[in-house]
């Protein structure tokens, strides 16, 4: 599959085509700009693009620019990693109706896909980077009332209606398994179960807990992936630009006979 780095190195490519042309490429999305537009450079070196024949501009410099400033994003996140850790501390007091409020908000946070064109700090960037999933369930072993509130459940509830325990289970395991990859998903339910059981010993807790952590999704993939959108997007905005510039069916034609 193709990286980052070659949608840059085709990025880069395009705007270059179109510069010496004598065309002005579109204006770069928001997204874009955060990680630098392509500048020309006369100390651009020609390479050719992985698993590709074609040649394209590689001046480390100039990829760098396209490529997401991992750094910077990191420093975005700051301000809402400590909102978020404050809210998952906030669990230890919180009754049920609040908590089960609180998952909800972070699921559908989670679930949400960024468009290409928005920030790169997005809101599963912030809380995968972050502590909280890993406080907010330290929050809830503490939580006694909560805790006795979602096991004591009556033996004979109708099964059309899911109380509010039941909603707050379902909705704790969802922002679990959303920050886990797939392979791994099925670790949400032990952990909770090995978390919340107040006959868990300590060490069993910080194992679980500690799993948890290992097998997290890496929020640097996060933010690559919808780099990589943004990157594709471009170029899609970049080739239609290209079909419009006059010659450029024979010059396709040519390049199709050559190969």
């Not at 290409?116 to 939580?143: D, Q, V």
Request: charged letters at 25%; glycine letters at 4%.
């Amino acid at each position: 599959s193709r990286t980052p780095a070659d949608f840059a190195c085709a990025v880069a490519f395009m705007e270059s085509f179109l510069q010496a042309v004598g065309l002005s490429s579109s204006p770069s999305a928001p997204q874009l700009r955060q990680m630098s537009s392509f500048r020309s450079s006369k100390s651009s070196k020609w390479q050719p693009l992985s698993g590709g024949h074609s040649e394209t501009p590689r001046s480390s410099e100039d990829l760098h620019e396209l490529l997401p400033d991992l750094a910077s994003i990191a420093a975005a996140t700051e301000q809402g990693i400590l909102a978020l850790e404050e809210e998952a501390r906030s669990l230890e007091r919180a009754p049920l109706q609040e908590a089960l409020n609180l998952i909800q908000q972070w699921s559908q946070g989670l679930r949400r896909r960024p468009r290409a064109e928005e920030s790169l700090a997005s809101f599963k960037a912030k809380f995968l980077r972050s502590n909280a999933l890993e406080k907010a369930l330290e929050g809830l072993r503490k939580n006694v009332p909560l805790r006795n509130a979602v096991f004591d459940r009556p033996l004979f509830a109708s099964s059309e209606d899911s109380s509010p325990a039941e909603a707050f289970l379902a909705e704790l395991r969802s922002v679990m398994q959303l920050c886990l990859p797939r392979s791994a998903a099925q670790l949400a339910e032990p952990t909770l179960q090995v978390v919340l059981a107040e006959s868990a010993d300590p060490s069993e807790v910080t194992a679980a807990l500690t799993a948890l952590r290992a097998f997290k999704e890496d929020w640097r993939e996060v933010v690559r992936s919808q780099a990589v959108r943004g990157l594709e997007r471009r170029l899609d905005s970049l080739t239609y630009e290209l079909q419009k510039t006059p010659g450029s069916a024979a010059l396709s034609s040519a390049r199709r006979a050559s190969q």
